[in-house]
Antibody
Framework: QITLKESGPTLVKATQTLTLTCTFS??????????VGWIRQPPGKALEWLAV???????RYSPSLESRLTITEDTPKNQVVLTMTNMDPVDTGTYYC??????????????WGQGTLVTVSS | DIQMTQSPSSLSASVGDRVTISCRAS??????LNWYQQRPGRAPKLLIS???TLQSGVPSRFSGSGSGTDFTLTISSLQPEDFATYFC?????????FGGGTKVEI
């Protein structure tokens, strides 16, 4: 059974760096043809893909946010970490991590964490 | 980037209605199109992958069709638990992109 859970601060100040951790179980990034992705959703708005780390260490980022994002992993701990620098109030929203199934192209999100609401204060 | 455009952005329907939601890609994505349902306060749930493959446990009243640039999600007989927001997502290229969502309301 695949599960994922996000953890990190619920409140950050503008210009600070946000660090979110996704702790997962039920699969391994080192042996599975899969990945872990990050998606966010401002309140009342659409989903926005941020980044993905594939099983083969390939990492992809949203072009509009690439300069601010870094995705890393702690494979023995089954964790994937997303850092986002220079936070702004427009970055307020719910941040999700999700298991990426690569059987269809570059991936669909078949298991999701519960999400964590991050508020950026000015 | 591949832009995904959903229509309508919202719709009102009744229990038992047939509902159709459209998703258009800015370029051909073959059948690399996935649909998600999101209920208020919940994480999205994958309904359909590869344009038409129903995920395990998803009721058969949901169906998907299309290829290339035009796709459709159909709910054959709307149930109370189907009132939610639906998103399409292309997995043909990175950046992975989502549609703007369609909110299905009573």
């Amino acid at each position: 059974q695949i599960t994922l859970k996000e953890s990190g601060p619920t409140l950050v100040k503008a210009t600070q760096t946000l660090t979110l951790t996704c702790t997962f179980s039920g699969f391994s990034l080192s042996t599975s043809a899969a990945g872990v992705g990050w998606i966010r959703q401002p309140p009342g708005k659409a989903l926005e893909w941020l980044a993905v780390r594939y099983w083969d260490d390939d990492k992809r980022y949203s072009p509009s946010l690439e300069s601010r994002l870094t995705i890393t992993e702690d494979t023995p701990k089954n964790q994937v970490v997303l850092t986002m620098t220079n936070m702004d109030p427009v970055d307020t929203g719910t941040y999700y991590c999700a298991h990426v199934d690569i059987l269809t192209g570059y991936g669909l999100f078949d298991y999701w964490g519960q999400g964590t609401l991050v508020t950026v204060s000015s | 980037d591949i832009q995904m455009t959903q229509s309508p952005s919202s719709l009102s329907a009744s229990v038992g209605d047939r509902v159709t939601i459209s998703c258009r890609a800015s370029q051909s994505i073959s059948t690399y199109l996935n649909w998600y349902q999101q209920r208020p306060g919940r994480a999205p749930k994958l309904l359909i992958s590869a344009a038409s493959t129903l995920q395990s446990g998803v009721p058969s009243r949901f169906s998907g069709s299309g290829s290339g640039t035009d796709f459709t999600l159909t709910i054959s007989s709307l149930q109370p638990e189907d009132f939610a927001t639906y998103f399409c997502q292309q997995s043909y290229f990175t950046p992975l992109t989502f549609g703007g969502g369609t909110k299905v309301e009573i």
